[in-house]
């Protein structure tokens, strides 16, 4: 035997793209999954030619589930982000995107039933521990993916899924504003430091001397702005507890501006060292988050919504997303949870192969 097969549902969950495993079938140590992972995504090679990896950081994901050890939760979702460029592997990190295909890929394997036709699934995010209820459509018991909802950044439609996320402020750093402070300044950036379902590190695009509304290619070729942004990321990262996060994509870097096509807000997201095509289902929960927070960087760029639920509609490079927002603001800025309506379809199935050197299989 010269190579190891391992099962699979390949699937774009969102606007990220990758394959989905039962737990069970991967190796149970971290560092031999890592190399299992990164042979099969093909990293360290910018076009991943020999994974299944599609050359950018949104399809070299990785969700891994099985039956969850949560009693609230149906199933535990555990995330890996493969690297493109390097044989690394960020198991710190969730990703909302790619967990909107955890609920489909349940039913596809058999970790969950169909219960009319609509099945709700509780999911744990391994992570971070944020706990997410998925409705997704299963007219008569089956799974539905064709559907007439639209998200910016996939073409045509799909069935929806409704996700609704909950348990998330500090889900990573244990607190909502981890250094502390609505406002800290780094190399005379004035940033917010917050932990919503993604740490994120959130400045100002005029304060880079850019307007916010810039496409990804025009941000991707502005090296100079992309070396001052990571300069400020590892400051802050240190700041907010996460050590040296220099070989780490947290914390995850966002820009805010004015709306200017009708939306709630402007923003840019990164991951961390290339433009994000769209948005981050996770990322765009803290920065709606941050724009609905008070003295946060967010104040004067937009008219700021009161009333609870709040439907935040975020601007980025492909359209727009919208978070509907729970929140309280008794004391200080609480968020309850948060709704978002996303879609998912499945790609391919079948046995990935790994060199039997790196893994001979359980």
């Not at 710190?92 to 099945?119: F, H, Q, R, Y």
């Not at 639209?150 to 889900?171: D, N, R």
């Not at 927070?293 to 509609?313: C, I, K």
């Amino acid at each position: 035997m010269t190579q190891t097969g391992i099962p699979f549902v390949f699937m774009r969950g969102g606007t990220s793209r990758g394959p989905y495993f039962n737990r069970a079938d991967l190796p149970e140590d971290r560092e031999t999954l890592a190399e299992v992972l990164i042979e099969v995504l093909g990293a360290g090679h910018p076009i991943n030619i020999d994974g299944i990896g599609g050359g950018v950081a949104v399809t070299t994901k990785v969700a891994m589930l099985s039956p969850s050890e949560d009693d609230w939760a149906d199933v535990d979702y555990f995330f890996a982000q493969v690297s493109v460029d390097e044989r690394l592997v960020d198991f710190k990190p969730t990703c909302g995107n790619i967990l909107s295909g955890v609920g489909p890929a349940a039913i596809e394997m058999g970790l969950v039933a169909p219960t009319g036709d609509e099945t709700e699934i509780r999911i744990r995010a391994v992570n971070t521990g944020a706990r997410v209820l998925a409705r997704v459509q299963t007219p008569g018991g089956a799974l539905r993916y064709d559907g007439d909802t639209a998200i910016a950044g996939v073409p045509g439609t799909a069935a929806p899924i409704a996700l609704s996320f909950m348990g998330v402020v500090g889900s990573s750093t244990g607190a909502f504003l981890p250094t502390g402070n609505l406002r800290d300044s780094f190399d005379d950036i004035e940033v917010t430091c917050m932990d919503v379902a993604m740490p994120m590190v959130i400045a100002r695009a005029e304060d880079f001397g850019l307007s916010g509304h810039e496409t990804v290619q025009e941000l991707d070729e502005n090296r100079d702005f992309f070396a001052r942004m990571e300069a400020v990321r590892l400051q802050a990262g240190a700041a907010m507890g996460m050590g040296d996060v220099s070989k780490s994509v947290t914390p995850k870097f966002g820009l805010l501006a004015p709306a200017r096509d009708g939306g709630t807000i402007a923003t840019r997201y990164f991951m961390p060292w290339t433009t994000h095509p769209s948005m981050a289902v996770t990322g765009s929960q803290c920065l709606a988050s941050c724009a609905l927070t008070p003295g946060t960087v967010a104040d004067g760029l937009l008219e700021r919504p009161s009333e609870s639920p709040a439907n935040v509609v975020l601007e980025h490079a492909s359209g727009t997303i919208e978070v509907l927002v729970d929140f309280d603001m008794t004391d200080q800025f609480t968020l309850n949870s948060a709704g978002l309506l996303r879609t998912a379809r499945k790609l391919a199935d079948g046995q990935v192969y790994v060199p039997a050197s790196v893994w001979k299989g359980r």
